[in-house]
């Protein structure tokens, strides 16, 4: 398995969450028609990285389709870490 399937499995998994996130606050009534615009912007961008980058790999441009991935996957990653030594560091954050 290549790096570039590792990484857009991750940021898969990152736009899995937001679409989550999204079908949530539509259900409970948080996204309105006053914040539709910036979740359409956000599951947009979303999607160009995710299509983008396959489509880069298609054409024989892996550089920069893993480079476009690491735009959502390095922010992630960087989470992810700090949530788990939040989780296993058992200190206080309040």
């Known amino acids: 398995m290549n790096w570039f399937w590792i990484i857009w499995g991750f940021d898969a998994l990152i736009a899995l969450i ?7 606050g539509l259900s409970d009534g948080t996204v309105s028609a006053r914040n539709m615009k910036m979740w359409l912007g956000l599951l ?6 995710l299509g983008g ?3 880069l ?5 892996t550089g ?7 735009i959502l996957a ?3 990653f ?10 296993l560091s058992n200190e206080r954050w309040n």
């Open 44 to 49: 947009l961008g979303l999607a160009v990285i």
């Open 53 to 55: 980058s396959i489509w």
């Open 78 to 87: 960087l989470y992810a870490l700090f949530m788990i030594v939040n989780l």
């Open 57 to 61: 790999r298609s054409h024989g441009h």
């Open 18 to 24: 937001a679409v989550y996130f999204f079908l949530i």
């Open 74 to 76: 390095i922010p992630g």
């Open 64 to 70: 920069m389709a893993i480079s476009l991935l690491g």
